[in-house]
């Protein structure tokens, strides 16, 4: 595994601590994972939040068949499981969050009652992802007992773990331990179905991410790469005005809308690409964009740190064409505007990573008698009376982190990071990191959603943003081509009758 292989899981792990991830990229790829690495632990935390899909039809043939793969014939109860799997999997997932918040999906009343697309429920859609996770189960726990894989004592220390936090979890709630698996899992459910599927997927669990810890490319075919798909890791220092070429808003006596004519379309149209070609004249001669912009109440956009996207003046900036001091007016047909765009230069994006150490103070570090809570500045100051007591040295500084951090994360390892990218940590924590001066041994306390942190800044690292982004959209590619073809190794086929005693 190269080094920079390395340094990616180290990022992975960290995204699950305190300072949380920022990248969108990385938090898709791990919506990909959790698809079939979904733990019995987040399974009992999302219960509680949300009573969701509780199907109480009554206790059936439990070991009626729902789904034959290769031959093996799965039970309702173990099709449940999986079912069940796959809509909590979606529920953590960024795109699953989105759908409930915006109205897509209603937590609170049938999947069969509501509509996935065209032709499918939602109870629908979960059926198939649940059959397209046992396919996977079942292919990586065969193709893991054939290497010689199995489930180690390290292993079943998590399993066990997990399993008595969720009997923590169901006792808590009011249920016993079956009775919570009932309400969870529909009435089909037993304690012994639920545990030897959690172990196959453990497994399969297991050899996914062993195959996942073993793609690696080197330098010259992440290079490669990046030269192929330059315009998704480069930046450019550019600005625009965008000028409206929409008609003026008309209303009739009665305050209803009146639709332009395509003549008042026309002339609109017309008096914007008049007016950008003005400002384009005007800035050529050698006036101040902004000014001008400002002048002809156009808007105006300016960054030296701009990423591709699909829009008309991305297009325009990121063309391999494109010169230092390029200047043009383009059209957006679709957005029916003009645009005076200016282009700078480009470059790749070589942010370096960091080492940092950070102790994480929150109020659980304060001694509050149950049910108080935290004046306004209070957390503030308990991080400023452990950073006062800080004797200077880097030691030190991990040893206040050992005794006061309340970032799992980190706080075994004297509170360090290595090898962070940029994106990783929260927005205020990385910005403090990637301040212009930044030097190794600085220190300083940084707000965030999760708390105080007290910095201390330990270096730069050697591998540049674009490298690691480059490899981690490699692994991540690889990856999905692989649980695709091994899901996809296998057939199956639904038995109606016992798939319908499935869902709510």
Same mark, same amino acid.
């Given at each position: 595994m190269s080094a920079s292989r390395e340094k990616k899981k180290r990022q992975e792990n960290?995204?699950? @601590?305190?300072? $949380? &991830?920022?990248?969108?990229?990385?938090?898709?790829?791990?919506?990909?994972?959790?698809?079939?690495?979904?733990?019995?632990?987040?399974?009992?935390?999302?219960?509680?939040?949300? %009573?969701?899909?509780?199907?109480? @039809?009554?206790?059936?043939?439990?070991? $009626?068949?729902?789904?034959?793969?290769?031959? $093996?014939?799965?039970?309702?109860?173990?099709?449940?499981?999986?079912?069940?799997?796959?809509?909590?999997?979606? +529920?953590?997932?960024?795109?699953?969050?989105?759908?409930?918040?915006?109205?897509? +999906?209603?937590?609170s009343k049938s999947l069969k009652s509501q509509s996935y697309d065209?032709?499918? @429920?939602?109870?629908?859609?979960?059926?198939?992802?649940?059959?397209?996770?046992?396919?996977?189960?079942? %292919?990586?726990?065969?193709?893991?007992?054939?290497?010689?894989?199995? +489930?180690?004592?390290?292993?079943?220390?998590?399993?066990?773990?997990?399993?008595?936090?969720?009997?923590? &979890?169901?006792? &808590?709630?009011?249920?016993?331990?079956?009775?919570?698996?009932?309400?969870?899992y529909g009435a089909v459910m037993t304690p012994s179905v639920f545990e030897a599927c959690e172990k196959d997927r453990l497994l399969a669990s297991k050899y996914a991410t062993s195959h996942y810890d073993g793609i690696s490319f080197t330098d010259d075919e992440i290079k490669a790469f990046y030269e192929e798909h330059r315009n998704d890791y480069d930046l450019v220092d550019g600005a625009y005005v965008s000028v409206s070429g929409r008609p003026e808003a008309k209303t009739d006596a009665d305050g209803n809308a009146i639709e332009a004519t395509d003549e008042e379309i026309a002339a609109a149209k017309e008096e914007a690409k008049k007016t950008a070609d003005e400002i384009l004249a005007a800035y050529q001669e050698g006036g101040d964009l902004e000014t001008l912009a400002l002048g002809h109440d156009a808007g105006y956009y300016a960054n030296d740190k701009m990423t591709y996207n699909s829009s008309v003046y991305a297009e325009w900036l990121f063309d391999s064409s494109r010169k230092n001091g390029d200047a043009a007016v383009v059209e957006d047909e679709s957005g029916s505007q003009y645009y005076v765009i200016l282009f700078n230069s480009r470059?790749?994006?070589?942010?370096?990573?960091?080492?940092?150490?950070?102790?994480?103070?929150?109020?659980?570090?304060?001694?509050?008698? *149950?049910?108080?809570?935290?004046?306004?500045?209070?957390?503030?100051?308990?991080?400023?009376?452990?950073?006062?007591?800080?004797?200077?040295? *880097?030691?030190?500084? %991990?040893?206040?982190?050992? /005794?006061? &951090?309340?970032?799992?994360?980190?706080?075994? =390892?004297?509170?360090?990071?290595?090898?962070?990218?940029?994106?990783?940590?929260?927005?205020?924590? =990385?910005?403090?990191?990637? /301040?212009?001066?930044?030097?190794?041994?600085?220190?300083g306390i940084v707000e965030t959603d999760y708390g105080q942190h007290i910095m201390y800044f330990a270096g730069y690292g050697d591998t540049e943003y674009w490298h690691y982004a480059c490899e981690s959209d490699m692994v991540s590619d690889a990856y999905s081509i692989w649980y695709d073809e091994t899901t996809n190794s296998v057939t199956s086929e639904v038995n109606a009758s016992g798939m319908n005693a499935i869902g709510a």
């Open positions: 960290l995204m699950n @601590s305190n300072p $949380k &991830s920022a990248r969108e990229a990385e938090q898709l790829a791990a919506d990909k994972r959790a698809s079939m690495m979904y733990s019995i632990g987040a399974v009992a935390f999302i219960i509680l939040a949300i %009573a969701l899909v509780v199907y109480n @039809s009554g206790i059936i043939e439990r070991n $009626k068949t729902a789904v034959t793969i290769d031959g $093996k014939n799965y039970t309702v109860a173990e099709t449940a499981y999986y079912y069940q799997q796959s809509y909590q999997s979606f +529920l953590n997932s960024t795109n699953g969050y989105y759908t409930v918040a915006f109205g897509g +999906l209603d937590t065209a032709t499918r @429920s939602w109870d629908d859609y979960f059926k198939e992802e649940a059959v397209r996770q046992m396919q996977f189960v079942h %292919a990586a726990k065969n193709a893991a007992q054939a290497d010689g894989m199995s +489930l180690e004592a390290s292993d079943m220390e998590t399993y066990n773990s997990n399993l008595n936090s969720l009997k923590s &979890s169901a006792s &808590s709630a009011g249920y016993s331990y079956k009775s919570y698996l009932s309400a969870i470059s790749r994006d070589d942010a370096l990573e960091y080492n940092v150490r950070h102790i994480l103070v929150t109020e659980d570090n304060l001694e509050l008698a *149950e049910g108080e809570e935290a004046e306004e500045g209070q957390v503030k100051a308990k991080a400023e009376e452990i950073f006062a007591a800080w004797d200077g040295t *880097e030691d030190g500084f %991990a040893s206040l982190a050992a /005794e006061y &951090s309340q970032d799992p994360g980190s706080k075994d =390892n004297g509170g360090l990071y290595e090898d962070v990218a940029k994106g990783t940590m929260t927005t205020a924590f =990385n910005d403090w990191c990637y /301040e212009a001066g930044r030097r190794t041994g600085d220190t």
